[in-house]
T-cell receptor, first 110, second 114 residues
């Protein structure tokens, strides 16, 4: 079966660091994506991991451990505009078919 | 910039009506996808297509059909709309068959079936 778990909601303060975890159990694995989605808008790409380790991109970093079926998205120096939902998605098979988690809603307060 | 457009942002239909949702992408992408997004359930794949006139069922195809007559256009059809199809519908496209080929999403169509 396919199962991707993320926390439903998290809160953090402006300027802080937050880590959003994602665990997955899928029949195959060909990469993991993180997307950001502001309310009422389309998801937009944040990061992609296919090998173990940390990928850094500005204030955002994403980590993957394939042996543990685990990823996290790290957001540093939080800004109010980072308030959004963060979607974890796994490419389950060889084709470009993504399996999404239910998303984590992040609320950043002043 | 990659652009994926959807025909309507908001749509209200009645039970039993036939509904067409249109999606157009301008980046010559091979792959196109239709998802629905519901609170607490996340994005779920309805259908996808990896080439013109080709289609594959996703995880929840019941009650839906699709059409891809041209590479840039992928249509989702609700043959007889029902209230449980009230949802946000998102179209996406991507290139290639492997590697880091992110999906680009359209703005979504919020469909209400009365």
């Amino acid at each position: 079966g396919q199962n991707i778990d993320q926390p439903t909601e998290m809160t953090a303060t402006e300027g802080a660091i937050v880590q959003i975890n994602c665990t997955y159990q899928t029949s195959g694995f060909n990469g993991l994506f993180w997307y950001q989605q502001h309310a009422g808008e389309a998801p937009t790409f944040l990061s992609y991991n296919v090998l173990d380790g940390l990928e850094e991109k500005g204030r955002f970093s994403s980590f993957l451990s394939r042996s543990k079926g685990y990823s996290y998205l790290l957001l540093k120096e939080l800004q109010m505009k980072d308030s959004a939902s963060y979607l974890c998605a796994v490419i389950d098979t060889g084709f470009q078919k993504l399996v999404f988690g239910t998303g984590t809603r992040l609320l950043v307060s002043p | 910039d990659v652009k994926v457009t959807q025909s309507s942002r908001y749509l209200v239909k009645r039970t039993g009506e036939k509904v067409f949702l249109e999606c157009v992408q301008d980046m010559d992408h091979e792959n196109m996808f239709w998802y629905r997004q519901d609170p607490g359930l996340g994005l779920r794949l309805i259908y996808f297509s990896y080439d013109v006139k080709m289609k594959e069922k996703g995880d929840i195809p019941e009650g839906y059909s699709v059409s891809r007559e041209k590479k840039e256009r992928f249509s989702l059809i609700l043959e007889s709309a029902s209230t449980n199809q009230t949802s946000m519908y998102l179209c996406a496209s991507s290139s290639g068959t492997g590697g880091m080929n992110e999906q680009f999403f359209g703005p979504g169509t919020r469909l209400t079936v009365l």
